[in-house]
């Protein structure tokens, strides 16, 4: 154990540990939060991409092949 690992007398192991867990747990609640910011976003990505996809397949002018292919290919963008 160096100095710098060695607790001062005021502070004793269980203080020490519980400030390591509180840390922790901030992390992991910031983790959490962009998680839930990035499940958002893929979610509104996602729904952009049906909507994009439900237009496709209204297209008139193109065989139906081609136009399921091209709504196949978009919906494939989804993540």
Do not use: C
Request: charged share 35%; no cysteine.
């Amino acid at each position: 154990m160096t100095e710098f690992n060695k607790p001062t007398q005021e502070e004793d192991w269980d203080a020490r540990a519980e400030k390591q867990l509180a840390s922790i747990k901030r992390d992991m609640k910031i983790i959490v939060e962009a998680a839930a910011v990035r499940a958002a976003y893929f979610e509104a990505r996602n729904a952009a991409i049906e909507e994009v996809a439900q237009h496709i397949e209204k297209l008139q002018g193109f065989g139906k092949d081609t136009v399921d292919s091209l709504a196949i290919y978009i919906r494939e963008m989804k993540k």
